[in-house]
């Protein structure tokens, strides 16, 4: 079942953050160079304290960012505007009558669902946000690599390539890990994901 707002703001004022790195993903500078993708209008879900959309915005982006957590939206808020940039900061999840984003991109918002029909619900309300052919780009626990205590949800590649049909093709799906402050470093998928023209 899925984590509660409720929950998701304890969290940040437990300050029981092991996401929260304080540097640019490494796998969003990667792709986003390597594809090299345009800036234009960005969601980032799930931003956390903002670092990933602040960067974003330092590179031109128009960024609508969200998050279920009042305080992690405060603290994004007040980050933004030490870095001297402009984010739109949300609480909740997908914003309400926003034009099409161009990118999507979550850490580890997707693989908290731990139901099929909660993950495609998600992939399918990321669709509807996108214009045809935006990118999505999500990094997701993953079910490779030996058991552990701690650390995201694991999903396995069928549980990403079943939530994800029919809204999108998938570009990239490959094994990389978290940076993350936990005992061991946890593996993942990092999925990159066009949406399709029409659903198929």
Do not use: Q
């Amino acid at each position: 079942m899925t984590r509660s707002r409720e929950e998701w703001e304890r969290r940040y004022l437990e300050g029981d953050l092991p996401w929260d790195t304080g540097h640019p993903d490494r796998e969003l500078e990667r792709v986003l160079a390597a594809r090299a993708v345009a800036p234009g209008r960005a969601l980032e879900v799930g931003c956390g304290t903002g670092t990933n959309a602040i960067w974003l915005a330092e590179r031109g982006f128009e960024v609508v960012a969200t998050d279920l957590a009042p305080t992690a939206i405060a603290r994004a808020r007040a980050k933004a505007e030490r870095a001297g940039v402009r984010v739109r900061f949300e609480v909740g999840s997908f914003p309400a009558g926003e034009p099409p984003f161009d990118l999507a991109y979550d850490r580890g918002c997707f693989h908290v669902h731990d139901e099929p029909v909660e993950r495609a619900a998600f992939a399918a309300s990321v669709a509807a946000a996108l214009a045809p052919t935006g990118l999505w780009l999500s990094l997701i626990g993953s079910s490779n690599g030996p058991p552990r205590e701690v650390g995201p949800p694991r999903r396995s590649a069928r549980d990403v390539a079943e939530a994800l049909e029919p809204h999108f093709e998938i570009l990239l799906l490959e094994d990389t890990t978290f940076e993350a402050d936990l005992p061991s470093v946890p593996r993942a998928w990092l999925c990159l994901a066009r949406r399709r023209a029409s659903a198929g």
